[in-house]
């Protein structure tokens, strides 16, 4: 299995933010992760990238186990979160924003340089911006520069947690779209979405957290076949 959770448990104190939550994420699929506000969909990306550990449970992604290693071993192995557009380099133009998402990568400069104008030819309007800084750019332009700079890492797994957050209808679309491509291009992509409409047309599998435990697992069609989600999305 690519991505394989087990029994994992995560607390914080008191709060059991995760309990006892397995799943296991086939390569080169759409997972999308839904649940209310304080679910634990952050905690679970935020296991997997290395920066929560568990009281019990494990990680594995690609054979080898992840729970317990830092996070710059995990995005090396492959497996690389997308960061808030606020928490780029602000004072810093795109091309640094996008140099830096490869500072974990071992390669020589030509190969980075290399990558870095095959994501400007990718994604023009970064090409356009490339000397602006980041902070100068539009909400959608800056989610789009983040996601360019974990690319930058060559990532085999990209979790993104609430990419369309804040955004105007039509970037959303555009993200949604970027989202699709970099998928049909190889990419595994876990997305954490609010909008169930959204994520139920983006994601070829769909996990549900409620209160830390995963309470659904199905594809967007088994969706509005099952008693938890008719109770709990559709008003039934
Ligand atoms: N660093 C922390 N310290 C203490 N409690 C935390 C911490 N991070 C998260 N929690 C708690 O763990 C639970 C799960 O939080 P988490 O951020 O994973 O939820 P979420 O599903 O991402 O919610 P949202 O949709 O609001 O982003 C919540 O009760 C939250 O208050
Ligand atoms: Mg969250």
Do not use: C
């Not at 709060?15 to 209310?36: N, R, Y």
């Not at 190969?111 to 104008?117: A, E, F, L, P, Q």
Request: cysteine-free; aromatic content about 6%.
């Amino acid at each position: 299995m690519f991505l394989m959770v087990r029994n994992l448990s995560i607390h914080f104190r008191k709060i059991e933010a995760l309990k006892d939550v397995s799943m296991e994420v086939p390569e080169g699929i759409i997972v999308a992760l839904l649940g209310a506000n304080g679910a634990g969909k952050s905690t679970l990306f935020k296991a997997i990238s290395g920066f929560l550990k568990p009281v019990s449970g494990s990680i594995w992604f690609r054979k080898g186990r992840i729970d317990g290693k830092l996070p710059d071993e995990i995005l090396r192995r492959g497996i690389s979160q997308v960061l808030e557009g606020k928490r780029l380099f602000r004072r810093q133009t795109v091309l640094e924003n996008l140099d830096m998402g490869a500072y974990s990568r071992h390669d020589g400069r030509k190969d980075i340089t290399k990558d870095r104008d095959e994501l400007l030819e990718r994604f023009p309007i970064l090409k356009e911006k490339a000397k602006v800084k980041s902070g100068l750019l539009s909400g959608g332009q800056q989610q789009i520069l983040a996601i360019a700079r974990s690319l930058m890492a060559k990532p085999k797994l990209l979790l993104m947690d609430e990419p369309a957050q804040g955004l105007a209808p039509l970037v959303i679309k555009e993200i949604a779209e970027t989202i699709k491509k970099l998928n049909e291009s190889g990419l595994t992509i876990m997305v954490i979405e609010h909008n169930v409409r959204l994520a139920l047309g983006l994601a070829d599998k769909v996990f549900i957290l409620d209160n830390g435990k995963l309470v659904f697992e199905g594809t967007p069609a088994s969706f509005s076949e099952d008693e938890y989600t008719q109770k709990v999305y559709l008003g039934g």
